[in-house]
């Protein structure tokens, strides 16, 4: 019946009430752990229509959608338990790691960010890996102008520190020319280096402004040293140490030499120049010139903030040669389907994921990301909507107007339920998905200001047998919902038991007699420290494979199992489904009302099927809800 209904049109007398066909059981291969055969059993329903508050108290039963299709896992029998994880956005506290994602969206958002190399894979089915940056055939690169003007933002640093290298070497030779260094042994050539960004951070005074530095002076001082040495075999350590300071030979005084002179070089250039420690250190400087000296030849005036090439020597400006600023927009639509997201679908599932390139199709991503049954719901201008509305949306990140990431979220009454991302494969190395969990996060809170009830953040299943899915736990504090009393359990408590075992009544040994849950806490510096580090899955959700859902009659008899009735669903057993609304070809009925109308036989298999039903949804949905017996 159900295989007949699916694909229909069921018609309403109320056009805002939820619609479904109920599945019953369905086997299929875990989506998480590919263990070998059938391992997952869930309970699945078609929904025709869904509205968002229906929709909401699904989720905190246990339930997920792919697509237009309903699953629930059944959790006692499946490979991998799948535990409903949620967080209140207003008590998120950001880990370390967390903080450092989106610092470092910042410094790739102000052009301060050195973009490495990314390897790539070089064939989609195959984890073998190229040493280029993109491969033509499934990859493009961010953009032309973007790896161009990162390109020539690279070679000017290169330049700079080459010039820079060179005066040093200059003052050298002029100071074995005056004797001031021994002129017989080979002294080494002067290498300048860029400071990164963290020892930027390890240093005290003006670190923000330091961009390169040379530790010649001390490899000087080693060489002075050795030839000194060499000559004066029979000196204990003190004297020599005594006859260093005599000679001016330690690194902290040859360092201030050259400064001295490559002081008035330096000054007419963007720079200024001071020895600290042994070390020649250059910093920006307030009153930028060409380091030629020649003002008169620059061809664009310092206000401008462009980068000048002078006289053809290399100019070092204050923001090493002025980077590029990029523009990060986050747009959020209603879900539909979208050409250039599905190509960066395909991208995405081809690179990262390793999908066989035949089963990424427009159909099979539309039946997974775009098609939805939840009824939108447009903003009403009270506090009882946000702005956007409810439904289903595609959240999309564009930097300078390229798509390189797109979140696929629910926004329901009391929730933004995520259910998957996808991203640019170039950009990997900006942590997309913990960023954009950073955002939805932020956004729930920016919009409880129009709809109070718009508290958590759901992050679809939590799987601590699996640890790609582990990473969620991380956005803490969060909790799990218990799957036999669908109460909600902190995750700091709910941990040790899972470490135990995969499949636990959460609330069962951790509610006392006055309510308070009795296993201790896990701290959040070593949670976050043990799940930060784990490889991070952006799928929330995987896609249902309709090839390997199995009969009912395949799963017809394991009701008859000892205790299952009683255990399951953690509600009083109550068989009555009397009050079960019905759906006949348009006329809505309750079951009692039709029940003296059908025969024994007939009688007897669909309340059975409805007493499944009703103890999956629960009691209230299954009276509001409308199961379709078309």
Known sequence: MAGKIRNEASSSSNPKESVVVDFGRRRSSCGYCRSNGPSSISHG?????????????????????????????EMERT????YTIRLKASDFVPSKEQLRVSKRMQRFLDGTLDVKRVHVLEDPNTSKKSESFVNHNYSRPM????????????????????????????????FIEKGEFPSGIQLPKASVRKVSQGKKKLLVNGSEDLLYSSNIAFQIAASIKRAQSSDKDGNDSKSSRACEKENGSSPKIIAEKLVASLDPTVK???????????HINFYASSEPVSLSGNVQNATVPKASGMKRDIGGSCLISSQHCQVKRRKLEIRLNRSSFDPEEFALYRRYQLKVHNDKPHKITESSYRNFLVDTPLLPVSPTGDSTVPPCGFGSFHQQYLVDGQLVAVGVIDILPRCLSSKYLFWDPDFAFLSLGKYSALQEINWVKENQVYCPSLQYYYLGYYIHSCSKMRYKAAYHPSELLCPLRYQWVPFGIARPLLDNRPYVVLSDSSILQNGELSLPQVSDDVMGSQLDDIGQEDANDVPMDEDEETAESDLENSDD??????????EPENRDVSKVLLGLKGPRVRYQDMRSVIGPEQRSYLESQLQKYR????????????YSVE
């Open 45 to 73: 329903m078609w929904a025709h229509r869904l509205t968002v508050d229906d929709y909401q108290v699904l989720l905190d039963r246990g339930w997920r959608r792919s697509g237009c299709f309903l699953y629930k896992p």
């Open 79 to 82: 490979c991998c338990p799948s």
């Open 561 to 570: 199992e000892p205790g299952l009735e009683t255990t399951s669903y953690g």
């Open 615 to 626: 103890k999956v949804v629960g009691p209230m949905l299954s009276e509001r809800m409308v």
């Open 268 to 278: 007419n250039s963007e720079l200024s120049i001071r020895a600290c420690n042994g």
């Open 143 to 174: 953009s032309e102008e973007s790896l161009s003007a990162g390109n020539e933002e690279e070679d000017e640093v290169e330049k700079s520190m080459h010039y820079l290298s060179d005066q040093i070497d200059n003052v050298v030779h002029m």
